[in-house]
């Protein structure tokens, strides 16, 4: 059994940052892909950001290059999401998750390679 916790969300300003984590427990320490995805009200779910296992190698949605950066140490079982400049369309549920995988650096953007998720942690970004 896997779990996810996300935290670091809440209310900032546009044009303010937030760092998100997530903490993955239980028998989370195989090598596996993380991701970061989100939901605003009224919209589908969407890709954010993904890290490899080894930390090296990451890709991120057009709405998110330049402004967010998803990190992990190699073998780390805790993800981080920085965001700066933040834009209220950037208001969301932001939910991490996880896929085993037998390659240290592959990525997966697709939430559906995705079988383990968090509850989520709500990003609300004022104008």
């Known amino acids: 059994q896997v779990r996810l916790a996300e935290s670091g969300g809440g209310l900032v300003q546009a044009g303010g940052s937030l760092r998100l984590s997530c903490a993955a427990s239980g028998r989370a320490n195989s090598v596996n892909s993380m991701a970061w995805f989100r939901q605003a009200p009224g919209k589908e779910r969407e890709f954010v950001a993904t890290?490899?296992?080894?930390?090296?190698?990451?890709d991120y949605a057009d709405s998110a290059k330049g402004r967010f950066t998803i990190a992990r140490n190699s073998g780390s079982t805790t993800v981080f999401l920085q965001m700066n400049s933040l834009e209220p369309e950037d208001t969301a549920v932001y939910s991490c998750?996880?896929?085993?995988?037998?390659?240290?650096?592959?990525?997966?953007?697709?939430?559906?390679?995705?079988?383990?998720w968090g509850q989520g942690t709500q990003v609300t970004v004022s104008s």
């Open positions: 890290i490899s296992w080894n930390g090296i190698f990451t």
């Open positions: 998750a996880l896929k085993f995988t037998n390659l240290p650096g592959a990525i997966f953007a697709r939430q559906t390679a995705y079988p383990y």
